[in-house]
């Protein structure tokens, strides 16, 4: 039979952050959750914790409020994110004034280690496991979530100088969507069908005032 959860593993799934899944606590605690099959350390710094698809259902199952007299707990503050709070990662955007120090193939194993990361956020945070589609801190760092798709599957970003080929992505005014730009159609079509693969929804559009097409992709939720 399982073992219930102690008071203070309560108090500590509940305060867990309610998109990522994001937990604070002393390492005993977290090391407890982990063996517990409740949550897991992420292999990338800042070796962050999050809560599995069965941590989420003890959360969902806890959901009766917890003994009055104990402490409850504060507000946590949003995730950082996994990849680049270290210095150790960024995924290239495009444009960037300075280029990263790694190049070549130091650079591709960054990229390929940075994307297999996300695939086991997207497993151990997305309440299915499901690893086809983004999971919440994607949903919340959008620019960075679909570079990095479209890096690790091989595009080329654009360099400093405005002529230099290569894909760029931008912010939007809608708060859940990028645009993706491309030096040609078929680039562009390129990152469209990359992103839609990574699940991202995307569809190409020209810009009224510039004729200019580019994409504009949002994470697929279901």
Not at 187 to 193: I, Q, V
Request: with cysteine; hydrophobic share 35%.
């Amino acid at each position: 039979m399982t073992r219930p959860l102690t008071a203070a593993q309560r108090r500590l799934i509940e305060a867990a952050d309610p998109e990522t899944g994001r937990l604070k606590g002393t390492e005993a605690q977290l090391t407890a959750l982990v063996k517990r099959g409740l949550a897991f350390r992420h292999p990338r710094p800042p070796h962050d914790h999050f809560l599995t698809p069965a941590g989420h259902r003890a959360r969902e199952a806890a959901g009766e409020p917890s003994d009055p007299s104990e402490p409850q707990p504060q507000p946590q503050a949003q995730p950082q994110a996994p990849a680049t709070t270290s210095g150790v990662f960024t995924a290239r955007v495009g444009g960037e004034p300075v280029p990263p120090a790694a190049e070549g193939a130091a650079r591709a194993r960054e990229v390929r280690s940075a994307w297999q990361g996300m695939l086991e956020l997207r497993r151990m945070t997305n309440p299915d496991a499901s690893t086809d589609r983004p999971c919440a801190w994607e949903r919340t760092h959008l620019v960075q979530a679909a570079a990095l798709a479209l890096e690790a599957a091989g595009h080329r970003p654009a360099g400093a100088a405005d002529g230099d080929d290569g894909y760029r992505v931008r912010e939007t005014p809608q708060p859940d969507a990028v645009a993706v730009y491309a030096p040609d159609a078929a680039m562009l079509r390129g990152c469209a069908e990359t992103l839609e693969g990574a699940g991202w929804q995307a569809g190409e559009y020209t810009e009224p005032r510039t004729r200019r097409r580019y994409v504009l992709a949002s994470p697929r939720r279901v």
